[in-house]
């Protein structure tokens, strides 16, 4: 993407940002992005940097969201995470998720592929989760074996689309033209 962050880039005239906090916020309680570097960048949103060193991935994310989460009060039981180049998020995945996930993790899929970043975790996985990463594993998809999965359909716009690069930015466009010409 020539740098700089995805959640940044521009869909439908808003930042990628923007819409996950519009369709997120009402789901949760409260919004926490997972960045490391300088947090101004996505002011005003609250923003958490990784526990752990080296930048380990999203699993590292996860951590810091569980951890932040267990500093906030036992009333957070659970988060939701979901990479932050995904426009189009589901206005019911934190519904769907918990419906389908019991106790345990719960993983959102779509066209057939199971989106293990987009889940709901239960924050007393912490410690479990800590020390799966200081053995220097680093797939979230490991982790999450197990998991409940709840399949989304993909058509007209798959619903997890991640925009990676400037192509990806480009249809990302053209489905939001998509799924607000119908309004």
Not at 142 to 169: R, S
């Amino acid at each position: 993407m020539g740098g700089g962050d995805k959640a940044m880039r521009l869909v439908g005239g808003r930042t990628v940002l923007q819409h996950l906090l519009a369709r997120l916020t009402p789901q949760v309680g409260e919004v926490v992005v997972n960045a490391n570097g300088d947090p101004a960048r996505f002011a005003p949103v609250p923003v958490i940097a990784d526990t752990m060193p080296g930048n380990p991935g999203p699993l590292a994310g996860v951590l810091a969201g569980m951890e932040w989460a267990a500093a906030h009060g036992p009333a957070m039981r659970r988060i939701l995470t979901v990479p932050g180049d995904a426009p189009f998020i589901p206005h019911d995945l934190a519904a769907r998720l918990q419906q389908a996930g019991g106790d345990g993790i719960a993983c959102a899929a779509s066209g057939g592929r199971t989106h293990p970043v987009i889940a709901l975790w239960p924050v007393a996985l912490r410690d479990q989760l800590r020390r799966f990463l200081e053995t220097g594993e680093r797939k979230v998809g490991k982790f999450t074996t197990g998991a409940a999965v709840i399949e989304w359909p993909a058509d007209p716009v798959d619903p997890f689309f991640n925009v990676n690069t400037p192509d990806d930015l480009e249809e990302a466009n053209r489905l939001y033209g998509l799924a607000t010409a119908g309004r």
